[in-house]
């Protein structure tokens, strides 16, 4: 999803806002990533690193015009996705295995947090549904088709983006998102414990707030709720989408083979803090 409040299937967050410093190692070289919510956010910042360390990159996004121009960007392929559709879900790691032969990264990344997402008590059921079909359900899909081919490999690593919110609770709720990252962390980290001994690794990426346009002008719009959220962060800022996708690069190499059914906090000390630095 592009942002916080997007109701597209893109990355949860944009990467646009700046780009990343060129990584010091290539560590995906010959290894084919199947990336969903390819075009924007942290799925296009991860496209960028995962294809500069030397990964054949997939792009998938339900918006046709943003994954092209993703792809095209990493010199990867496109493949138009509904993410909560089995078929197209299955389509797409199939296009991945034809095209280049392997399956040997799955960055489930796409989600949505629409504004009709709020308190329980304001929240009505078809959003609550939407949101959960969406940011759980189609982890679930992805998984399910990615690991056939990775079992057959015998190696494979798929990273799931959770959220810090699965950890931990908030006031400023948005139910479903919270429940379905909570569910999202979960399953990673049974699956995780499910295929190790298969030399598949699941691990579910949890990110703090990430700097977004968007987030930026809904927080312009109400200060205040910017000024609460921000206090609790040790670090003191939002994250960039390239330092998320640092974070996917390292899940995805071998530099993290004794790293699997964890909840992969990065999240600028939120999670650790009681009182943060004034």
């Not at 982890?139 to 056939?148: N, S, T």
Request: contains cysteine.
């Amino acid at each position: 999803m592009t942002t916080d409040r997007d109701t597209d299937q893109h990355s949860d967050g944009d990467s646009r806002q700046g780009t990343a410093e060129a990584p010091v190692c290539r560590r995906l070289v010959g290894r084919t990533a199947v990336i969903t919510g390819a075009g924007s956010g942290i799925g296009l910042a991860a496209a960028r690193r995962l294809a500069s360390e030397g990964a054949r990159v997939v792009c998938a996004d339900i918006d046709t015009a943003a994954g092209k121009a993703a792809a095209e960007a990493v010199g990867g392929l496109f493949v138009q996705t509904d993410v909560t559709d089995a078929a197209q879900v299955d389509a797409l790691f199939r296009a991945a295995h034809d095209t280049y032969g392997s399956v040997d990264v799955a960055f489930n990344n796409a989600g949505i947090s629409p504004p009709d997402d709020d308190s329980i008590l304001t929240t009505g059921l078809d959003a609550w549904r939407r949101v959960q079909e969406v940011n759980l359900t189609s982890v679930y899909l992805c998984c399910k088709a990615a690991l056939p081919y990775m079992q057959r490999q015998g190696r494979g690593s798929i990273i799931n983006t959770a959220s810090f919110v699965a950890v931990m609770g908030a006031a400023t709720s948005q139910i479903s998102y919270t429940a379905s990252k909570g569910g999202v962390l979960a399953m990673s980290r049974e699956l995780g414990v499910q295929f190790a001994r298969e030399g598949i690794r699941v691990n579910a990426l949890c990110p703090g707030p990430v700097d977004t346009p968007l987030l930026r002008e809904l927080f312009a719009k109400d200060p205040e709720r910017a000024a609460r959220r921000l206090v609790h962060i040790p670090l003191g800022r939002f994250a960039r989408a390239e330092e998320i996708a640092a974070a996917v690069a390292f899940l995805a190499s071998d530099d993290s083979s004794f790293v699997t059914a964890s909840e992969f906090l990065v999240d600028g000390g939120i999670a650790g803090a009681y009182v943060t630095p004034l």
